[in-house]
């Protein structure tokens, strides 16, 4: 065979190959993306969802076609959120809850089991901090109240929706929202530390589960604030556009990070949202003042 002809063969089956590999490619994932169907039809629990990065989580999902069940402290916050979430084509409900109790998470398991409510994705959100800097203004029980939010609580309640999860078969994911300072000095000693706890329990527990076919992932947000007219905040030391983060974006990781369409394979992980805050350090400080 001369090389013409083996050259025209080997072109007309890398055309053919790639034609084949065009059509594998048309499906529906362009428009799966386009009409906000990601999270069509899953239930989600998101603790702490009456302000801030809990709430723009439990929006964001709703966008993508997300059954939204949340907690949160003040029934106020809950009946607005609740008000908001009624503008998408979603069922939606809140919780007056308080994670840090035991009591509060048991009757808000057996709330869900009564409904028929089967969790596919749990977002722990809730996290409070205190400024008190150093051991001398610290007190254990500001310590225990503190991780008896941002750790003990999240993780019965863990406990329980991972454990509905096995018992229905259903390939979960489970996301904590953790801290740029789970690795970066804060001067926060209790909240930082909570946060170190929580990236070690992620990663945990994405072991524990893995058999199971459920993801467990965390993100670790910067300055995340924005005003009443969804504005940031000017932040000199955030060093990617001087500013806060608007809470949309942590809502959008949610998203990613929940839906299989991305992140099927992605277990273990914490994804850091912070805008280059944490790389801010006296010798870039210098390089910014020349």
């Not at 949160?72 to 609740?82: M, P, T």
């Amino acid at each position: 065979m001369d090389f013409r002809k083996r050259f025209e063969l080997a072109l007309n089956f890398l055309i053919g190959r790639g034609a084949t590999r065009h059509a594998s490619t048309q499906e529906q994932e362009p428009v799966l993306v386009m009409d906000n169907n990601l999270l069509s039809g899953k239930n989600v629990l998101i603790t702490g969802a009456g302000r801030n990065i809990g709430k723009s989580i439990a929006i964001e999902m709703a966008k993508q076609g997300a059954n939204i069940f949340f907690t949160d402290i003040y029934e106020e916050r809950c009946a607005q959120l609740e008000r908001e979430l009624n503008g998408y084509q979603v069922i939606s409900r809140g919780f007056f809850s308080d994670i840090s109790k035991t009591e509060d998470i048991d009757s808000l398991y057996n709330s869900l089991v009564r409904d028929k409510v089967n969790i596919d994705v749990l977002v722990n959100n809730v996290g409070i901090r205190e400024d008190s800097i150093t051991t001398k203004e610290l007190s254990l029980e500001v310590f225990h109240r503190i991780f008896d939010t941002n750790v003990f609580g999240p993780i019965y309640l863990t406990k329980l929706i991972s454990q509905m999860m096995i018992n229905n078969n259903i390939n979960g994911s489970i996301i904590f929202i953790t801290s740029i300072h789970q690795w970066t000095v804060g001067r926060l000693l209790s909240y930082d530390s909570s946060k170190a706890a929580l990236g070690m329990i992620i990663k945990e527990l994405a072991v524990e589960l893995a058999p199971y076919g459920i993801r467990v992932n965390g993100i670790a947000p910067g300055f995340v604030e924005e005003d009443e007219q969804g504005k940031p905040f000017y932040n000199k030391y955030v060093l990617l556009y001087n500013s806060s983060i608007n809470p949309c974006y942590i809502g959008r990781a949610a998203v990613y990070l929940s839906s299989d369409f991305f992140s099927k394979f992605t277990t273990g992980t914490v994804i850091k949202i912070d805008a280059g805050l944490s790389l801010y350090n006296h010798l870039v400080d210098q390089i910014l003042l020349k």
